[in-house]
């Protein structure tokens, strides 16, 4: 239970104390999107217990995300909820060494009422529009996507690590403001709430991409049915991928396309990779042996592009 306390409650006080780089930087942005510290801090202490207790998160590579600049943080998507964004907002505000805020780009459905879209623009999430994305890459933000969307989070638990058909407006996104891609790669978020199916029905009714049937909602009553299993999660963040190519080459379609593509390849290399290292769901990696591919792993994409 004592391990337990620092998780209960936080104020933007509290959490100064333990990330003032992070409060220094961001405390007085004036931000049109909605950034709150007082609602980050508030959110923070929440997830990151899910962070450093609950999924005991590995993660390799922080230090690819550039100190300063714009970049694009990109990958895979699973899982029925977008608890991998949380879990990559947390890294690269405590764990990277210039403390820094990702933006995500968030679907509509994620601005739903006062209460959660308080929380979701609180903790830096935007409308995912081209416009603001390019608004906030051009102010030498990070920005956070996942180009499978909604396809991705609607994965059966059969074809969970199969990574969805890649949006290409990110690679667009890259070559217009000149900013690198990121890869990230993700383990262990399929597992949290596994889906066995999803109703069109109940989606249509809710407007919302999808809605999901995991072993325990909606057949049981709440808070266990919202309940996450204790996966173990391993993140790998990639080297910056630099398009040398000029701005006005964003509207060719094949060229983005094709760069579309092969990133999307590249993502599920990793994937498959971490994959065929783990135990379990539930009893993760080898600390050593993921270590050792981490530090080894294959950066190709971002050397031959």
């Not at 709150?36 to 450093?52: G, K, N």
């Not at 100190?67 to 405590?94: K, R, W």
């Amino acid at each position: 239970m004592r391990k337990l306390l620092p998780y209960v409650y936080q104020t933007e006080s509290a959490y100064a104390l333990r990330n003032p780089q992070f409060c220094e930087r961001y405390g007085n942005m004036d931000d049109e999107f909605g950034f709150d510290l007082e609602v980050f801090a508030r959110t923070e202490h929440y997830m990151r217990f899910l962070y450093e207790e609950y999924f005991q998160i590995k993660v390799f590579g922080i230090e690819n995300i550039p100190a300063e600049g714009s970049a694009i943080l990109a990958g895979n998507h699973n899982g029925v909820l977008p608890l991998d964004a949380f879990m990559l907002l947390l890294a690269a505000a405590n764990k990277h060494p210039s403390h820094r805020l990702v933006r995500f780009l968030s679907h509509d459905c994620c601005f739903w009422g006062v209460n959660l879209r308080k929380i979701i623009s609180g903790v830096g999430g935007v409308h995912a529009t081209y416009k603001n994305a390019k608004t906030l890459l051009n102010r030498g933000q990070l920005i956070g996507i996942y180009p499978g969307a909604w396809r991705a989070m609607g994965t059966p638990l059969d074809f969970s690590y199969n990574v969805a058909e890649f949006h290409r407006a990110f690679v667009r996104l890259a070559i217009e403001t000149q900013s690198p891609i990121i890869p990230i790669a993700t383990v262990g978020n399929n597992e949290v709430y596994p889906l066995i199916g999803n109703s069109k029905t109940l989606a249509k009714l809710f407007d919302v991409p999808f809605f999901w049937i995991t072993p325990f909602f909606p057949l049981l009553p709440f808070p266990i049915s919202w309940t996450p299993l204790p996966s173990k999660w391993a993140m790998y963040i990639g080297k910056p991928i630099y398009l040398d190519y000029p701005r006005e080459r964003a509207t060719e379609r094949e060229l983005v396309d094709c760069i579309t593509e092969d990133f999307q390849h590249h993502i599920q290399r990793l994937v498959d990779e971490m994959l065929m290292m783990r135990k379990s769901p539930f009893k993760g990696w080898d600390d050593e042996e993921l270590t050792e591919w981490a530090m080894s792993a294959n950066n190709e994409f971002a050397t031959r592009t």
